[in-house]
């Protein structure tokens, strides 16, 4: 089936006065997951987002599948274990979800050895295998680390998964549109009546549906603020950052999971095809849009790893990007609000803040159940949402233009390809090549 700039042009010419279910503003993986469930029961569903899909937070994480060793330590059980559950779903069920082994590194400063070894036992336990930690001394050498354990978890590109449940959701039926904002949200008659504004220029449209799905992530406030008049106290933006290294610096195999020396927060260097990707920060912002790493961001992750290899100097950076973790909860420090989800319901918008990538599905089905409260039917949810789109052996690019409605070079080499987060040249020599193909489309 065909999903490109072309439906994406006669979408947007049919789009002006149409009325729709529900209209899902916000095509991350909150906004993918619901719109996959919400297809696959036949609900006349339009799916927008004012960049590309996935172009948020959800391109922008660790890209980890992980119950977070971290929530657990912070006492957050259920949450573990959901996400542990969730992980195991996802590692069964999608090639593009692999196993990953975590070192964790034991320094003075660290976790002490006991609390660490019951630690990942209860973890183990949580995600279903009965294992004890076993702590590792010999062959080891990384300076000032007196030795570590190994532990499973998993990865992914987080954007592919989000790519993949939007063209699951329009095979299903549905109508998803990159590129268009919502810019105003009125109620009129019984329905709400949301203006969109395509982002090349081409018009604005008018859209009625019974009920606003608020999945924008970081700018849920903005929507929600211009539909209420009021905005979600307890909201929260947290940004976080990374840094891009060629992998032959580092010369690793698993995953490493340490801690900063300089605050002892949690950190991780994650091997990624060609390069490895260094971090995070944790930082309380403002602004939904900041999304540039900051000197002080860039220095704080150098210098929190040179403490594992300390020849790294700042011109073997190869990247970074930022991400902002939209969260609910209260406390002056980023790392301990809780990174479970919230609902909001006020008239007939229901927005949703905080949740991951890992639990995206359980998130949606819960989400997608109050959804059928407001609209009075019965939403089946069992098993879903479900991901009933593949790659075939095509050309990637291919498949990245014509069934995934790719539109620029950065969506490609981004959101589709994964180039920019997993190659040492980040695709830079195709970007030519890209362009001319993306300029023949748009002129036929
Ligand atoms: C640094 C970092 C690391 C993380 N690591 C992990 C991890 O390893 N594992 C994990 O499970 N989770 C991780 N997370 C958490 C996870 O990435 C986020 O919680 C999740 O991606 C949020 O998804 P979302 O759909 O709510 O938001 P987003 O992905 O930001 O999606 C919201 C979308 O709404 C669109 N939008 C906004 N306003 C409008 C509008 N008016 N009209 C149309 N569209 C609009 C935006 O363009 C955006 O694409 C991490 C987060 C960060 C920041």
Known sequence: MEFSCATRKSDLEKLDGKEFDVLVVGGGIVGAGITNILSANGL????????????????NSSKLIHGGLRYLAQGHLLLTRELLKERNYLLNNLDFVKKMKFDILIDDGSWSRPSLYFGLFLYNLLGGK???????????????FKGKFTYDDASTDDALLVIHNVV?????????????EATSFKDKDEKVETELIDKFGNGAYKVTSK???????????VAYRDYTSRQIENMKLS??????FKRDKFG??????FRSHLDRRQMFIIPKGEVVIVGTTDRF????????????????????????????????????YSGIRPLYGSGDDPGRVTRDFHIDITGKMISIVGVKITNYRAASRKICKQIGTMLQTNIRVTDLPKIVYKRGNEDPLESALMKECALTVEDVLKRRLGYYYNKEDQGKPQVKSIEDRISRLNNQ
């Open 168 to 180: 699951s959701s329009v095979i299903q039926g549905s109508t998803a549109i990159n590129y268009l």
């Open 252 to 257: 690793l195999n698993n995953a490493v999971a």
């Open 239 to 244: 940004k976080g950052s990374h840094i891009i």
């Open 211 to 221: 009920i606003v799905v608020n999945a924008s992530g970081p700018w849920v406030n």
């Open 285 to 320: 912002i403002d602004n939904p849009g900041e999304s540039e790493m900051s000197e002080e961001e860039r220095n704080y992750i150098l210098d929190s790893v040179r403490k594992i290899v300390p020849s790294l100097d700042q011109k073997e950076i190869i990247g970074s």
């Open 130 to 144: 009965f294992k004890l930690p076993h702590f590792q001394t010999e062959g080891y050498s990384y300076p000032g």
């Open 44 to 59: 006349r569903i339009l799916l927008v987002d004012k960049g590309d899909f996935a172009s948020g937070t959800s391109s």
